[in-house]
């Protein structure tokens, strides 16, 4: 098997199409970034060595206010020490890093370079595409040889990696652009660019991968950055902690990857993507319980990474990171890598039914599940976070029920209007932080209560944002319309024909889950557009609840942090463009999905019998008529539920009630996995680890046990000492009696 | 002849035994060691009627150790006294660690 599957990738190398054109230098698009992070990394340790720049020249406007002696730096950290540990809020305005300019460069610079490389191997991969059979790999050195294992350092370009390396890239360098204004005065400015470079060089390794060991070196990889990240202002004990959750709540799907990769290895001979697929494809049984079971296992994998129930928890609190982390990070690619992964395990899930229907209904139930929560959230980048959270659920229905070019499409387009709106929601935070900042007051920059009215300091923001609620929405023709359109319409095709619809899960029909999750897909879509449009009366319409005397410092961010605002708000108006459905007579019709077709087309039609899904004209318009009917439903229920003139600010705001307060505090699921995961290991560790085990029976009994021992011996022995020599001379005639005695009974 | 000789030899070895237990004295233990020495002479003399005359070799031998023995336990004794003003073994535990 192995050797079948080197021989196939060798002779691809050796006579790909691509070999002699901009794909040989494929290598560098991740080693950019890499780059990026060993110059930026080196700034930060040398920067950090010498200290701060120039120390007279550090926060402006708090000198003059610290006045009598308080110096101007202590002053700022009790400041922000105080309100971040009531909100986990952003900023912390210091001196400019004494690199800042040279980091400013650097940073951006290398994924410029990654994009415009990847963007040539793209036009060179286009003109070749047809003539490509099977992916081109690019082999370095053996990596792992133990026995029957071998494991190549390997690169692989398809047409599913491709599309995701200009993703990462793409939307990589605006977030890049962005942050050189966003994090523009953070002390430690070099540090963060570093483990931004970082995160995209794990997140390039991570889809060129060519087997699934390279692969996971990258989901480890960039789920170190995440963390990193997270806690990248790890003075304040609530970030720290957030990037602590999110590290071990990965360790468990990272676990079921793991145990996914043992097991193929096991039964398959090889992790070698190609090679696994012609393994899988001659030995595996349809629907087999092994194949079954490493599907699951590796949506364990998923669910950890791409936060779907029930390992979402972490990422609503990855929001304690710098706000372009969470639309690079937790929103844009990394938590798309779960997708990533079933699309590329596409050969295993078209022939396990079970575990694509525990996908569907997984990404159904969390897609809904996060959107409730989504409605009653105060803090800007929590409604995000809980929208990421359904949306990537909706992805993983689309890639469940097999219609793997829907799901891609909707992460593709995801990564647009979602990177767009968490930057935009950083220019909310950016301009409100900077007004609070310069009056000196304490209140929660990131809740939506304390905004309103931004439209009119914002007018860039509040546009463009407002692109990206269409988008997301689902309103035609912004993109996310298209994407999840094509996604619900692929669940009632594949309900209707199939063989998930044949398959039974749990013992209930597949067609009726399905059907199910239609629905709930359906619910999904107006809960998305109910609390986007919340967010949007709540954060830009309606009279400014920001304070009196804040209202001057409001303000539109600088060009570099618009820039890239205006080129995402683009993309998620023309997203649609990349796959327009096929009712529509003009432009490129279905383009992603022919561009995705060999690597996933067999595994989608196998899923629906190798047939095209096709449904009557009458159906399909009936379908997005509802899909619209629901974005335009929701945005009216939204408008008039809520009258922007009547809005509170934070501090006036009545406390929630029922179910509503529920919702607030996220169904109290952080609460009830507090109880039933946390605190029990806690006081297993404490009580019986700790106290029983370490210092009871290690310390105890052996350590402290042995020195008692030796003591009480010692005591005994002492006291037989008396020096009494009478007490000796009876000793030793006892003695001498019981051996005389000894000897003569015998 | 020989049973007779054994059991005074046995009954001389536990008064000796008994006295070196039982006594406070250094001077009277030590001529209780001496007693119960010569219980062991006389039970090599009284197996030398049997065995052969190896027995009453060895009794010289005792006899000659005895006597140095003496002559160094009663130095002892007396160092002993000089140092601590008793020869009550009680009251003397220098051996303690």
Same mark, same amino acid.
């Given at each position: 098997m ?33 780059l ?7 700034l930060?340790l040398?920067g950090?060595?010498l200290g701060?720049?120039? @120390?007279?020249a ?5 000198a ?5 002696? &308080?110096p ?15 909100h986990g ?5 210091v001196? =400019? ?10 940073g ?21 595409a ?5 992916p ?17 350092a390997a ?8 599309? /995701?390396?200009?993703?990462?890239t ?7 652009v962005?942050?050189v ?5 953070d @002390? ?26 390279v692969?996971?070196v990258?989901w ?9 990240? #997270? +806690?990248f202002?790890?003075s304040?004990?609530v970030n ?7 590290f071990?709540?990965n360790?468990?799907g990272d ?5 996914? /990769?043992f ?8 992790l070698d ?10 030995? *595996?049984v349809y ?5 079954t079971?490493i599907?699951?296992f ?17 990422l609503?609190d ?12 937790h929103?844009?690619? /990394? ?6 992964? #079933?699309a ?5 899930f ?7 229907l525990?996908v ?6 969390? *897609?809904?599940f996060?959107a409730t ?9 929590k409604?995000?976070a ?7 659920g ?12 829907a ?24 301009? /409100? ?11 929660d920059?990131?809740?939506m ?10 007018p ?12 997301i ?8 319309f298209?994407?999840k ?8 095709m594949?309900?209707? &024909?199939?063989?998930?619809?044949d398959?039974?899960w749990l ?5 009726i ?10 619910a999904?879509a107006l809960?998305?557009?109910i609390?986007m ?7 830009f319409?309606g009279?400014n ?21 205006l080129v ?13 459905p096929k ?14 077709e060999?690597?996933v ?20 318009y009936a ?20 009258d922007?003139?009547?809005?509170? @600010?934070k501090?006036?705001?009545?406390p929630e009630?029922?179910?509503?307060r529920?919702?607030?505090h ?7 996995y507090?109880?039933?995961v946390?605190r ?5 560790? =404490? ?13 105890g009994l052996f ?10 011996l010692?005591w005994? +022995?002492?006291a037989?000492?008396?020096?009494q020599?009478?007490t000796?001379a009876?000793v ?8 005389v005695?000894a #000897?003569?009974l015998? | 002849m ?13 008064i000796?035994?008994v006295?070196?237990l ?22 090599f ?6 065995h052969?005359?190896?027995?009453q070799v060895?009794?010289f031998?005792?006899?000659?150790v005895?006597?140095?023995?003496a002559?160094?336990?009663?130095a002892i004794?007396?160092a002993l006294f ?9 009251q003397i ?5």
């Amino acid at each position: 098997m192995l050797l079948i599957g080197q021989e196939a990738a060798t002779a691809a190398q050796a006579t790909s199409a691509l070999s002699r054109t901009a794909a040989q230098w494929l290598w560098a698009v991740p080693l950019l970034p890499l780059l990026g992070f060993v110059l930026n990394g080196a700034l930060a340790l040398v920067g950090s060595h010498l200290g701060p720049a120039d @120390p007279s020249a550090a926060p402006h406007d708090d000198a003059s206010h610290a006045g009598g002696g &308080h110096p101007a730096g202590a002053h700022d950290t009790a400041h922000d020490t105080a309100h971040d540990s009531a909100h986990g809020d952003d900023h912390h305005v210091v001196a =400019r890093h004494r690199f800042a300019a040279l980091t400013s460069i650097i940073g951006p610079a290398v994924l410029m370079l990654a994009f415009l490389l990847s963007a040539a191997i793209f036009w060179q991969f286009r003109a070749v595409a047809g003539d490509m059979h099977q992916p081109y790999v690019q082999r370095y050195f053996s990596w792992i040889p133990a026995g029957d294992l071998r494991i190549d350092a390997a690169l692989m370009l398809d047409q599913l990696s491709l599309v /995701m390396v200009l993703v990462v890239t793409g939307v990589g360098t605006l977030i890049h652009v962005f942050s050189v204004g966003y994090m523009r005065d953070d @002390p430690s400015y070099p540090r963060y660019f570093a483990y931004l470079n970082l995160f995209v060089f794990f997140m390039l390794l991570l889809v060129l991968g060519a087997n699934y060991p390279v692969l996971f070196v990258g989901w480890e990889g960039v789920g170190l950055c995440s963390y990193l990240l #997270i +806690g990248f202002w790890f003075s304040e004990k609530v970030n720290a902690d957030a990037g602590k959750k999110a590290f071990i709540v990965n360790r468990i799907g990272d676990f079921g990857f793991m145990i996914a /990769m043992f097991m193929l290895f096991a039964n398959y001979g090889t992790l070698d993507f190609h090679a696994l697929s012609v393994a899988v494809g001659q030995n *595996a049984v349809y629907g087999g319980a092994l194949v079954t079971t490493i599907c699951l296992f590796l949506f364990l994998g998923c669910t950890g990474k791409s936060a779907q129930i029930p390992l979402y928890v972490w990422l609503p609190d990855a929001m304690a990171g710098p706000t372009p982390v969470s639309a690079l990070i937790h929103a844009a690619t /990394m938590v798309t890598a779960g997708v990533y992964l #079933i699309a590329r395990s596409h050969f295993l899930f078209a022939i396990a039914p079970v575990a694509s229907l525990t996908v569907v209904v997984i990404g159904a139930l969390t *897609a809904v599940f996060a959107a409730t929560i989504g409605l009653k959230q105060w803090d800007i980048k929590k409604v995000l976070a809980y929208s990421t959270v359904s949306q990537l659920g909706y992805m993983f229905v689309g890639v469940g029920v097999g219609a793997y070019s829907a799901g891609i499409f909707h992460l593709i387009t995801h990564a647009f209007f979602k990177a767009l709106l968490f930057l935009g929601s950083g220019s909310v935070i950016f301009a /409100m932080h900077r007004a609070y900042h310069a009056t000196h007051s304490h209140e929660d920059a990131q809740d939506m209560r304390n905004m309103g009215g931004l439209r009119r300091y914002l007018p860039y923001t509040f546009a463009l944002m407002w692109i990206a609620t269409l988008a997301i929405a689902g309103v035609p023709p912004f993109a996310g319309f298209f994407s999840k359109d094509e996604i619900l319409g692929s669940v009632f095709m594949r309900a209707q &024909h199939s063989t998930l619809a044949d398959a039974r899960w749990l013992g209930i029909p597949g067609n009726i889950v399905l059907y199910v999750c239609y629905a709930l897909g359906l619910a999904a879509a107006l809960m998305t557009a109910i609390y986007m449009t919340r967010m949007m009366i709540y954060t830009f319409h309606g009279p400014n609840r920001t304070g009196e005397k804040e209202r001057d410092h409001l303000a539109e961010a600088p060009w570099v942090m618009t820039g890239p605002l205006l080129v995402l708000g683009i993309l998620s108006a023309v997203g649609g463009w990349l796959n327009l459905p096929k009712f529509l007579t003009v432009g490129p019709i279905g383009a992603l999905e022919r561009w995705l077709e060999p690597v996933v087309g067999e595994s989608a039609l196998r899923i629906t019998h190798g047939e095209a899904p096709e449904v009557a004209h009458s159906v399909e318009y009936a379908l997005i008529g509802a899909a619209v009917a629901i974005a335009v439903i929701g945005i009216w229920i939204a408008w008039s539920r809520l009258d922007p003139g009547k809005l509170v @600010p934070k501090a006036q705001a009545p406390p929630e009630q029922g179910f509503e307060r529920v919702l607030e505090h996220k169904y109290y699921v952080d609460e009830a996995y507090d109880r039933a995961v946390v605190r029990p290991t806690y006081a297993t560790s =404490r009580n019986l680890l700790w106290r029983g085990i370490d210092i009871g029976l290690i310390d105890g009994l052996f350590v402290n046990g042995s020195a008692w021992l030796a003591r009480g011996l010692g005591w005994m +022995g002492s006291a037989l000492q008396s020096g009494q020599v009478g007490t000796y001379a009876w000793v030793l005639v006892l003695g001498v009696l019981a051996v005389v005695g000894a #000897i003569t009974l015998r | 002849m020989l049973n007779e000789s054994l059991f005074f030899s046995a009954v001389l070895f536990t008064i000796g035994v008994v006295g070196v237990l039982t006594r406070r004295n250094a001077i009277i233990i030590f001529m209780c060691v001496e007693l119960m020495l010569n219980a062991v002479n006389l039970a090599f003399v009284a197996f030398a009627q049997v065995h052969g005359v190896a027995g009453q070799v060895f009794v010289f031998f005792v006899m000659t150790v005895a006597a140095a023995e003496a002559a160094v336990g009663l130095a002892i004794i007396i160092a002993l006294f000089r140092h601590k003003q008793t020869v009550n073994l009680q009251q003397i535990n220098l051996l303690k660690g």
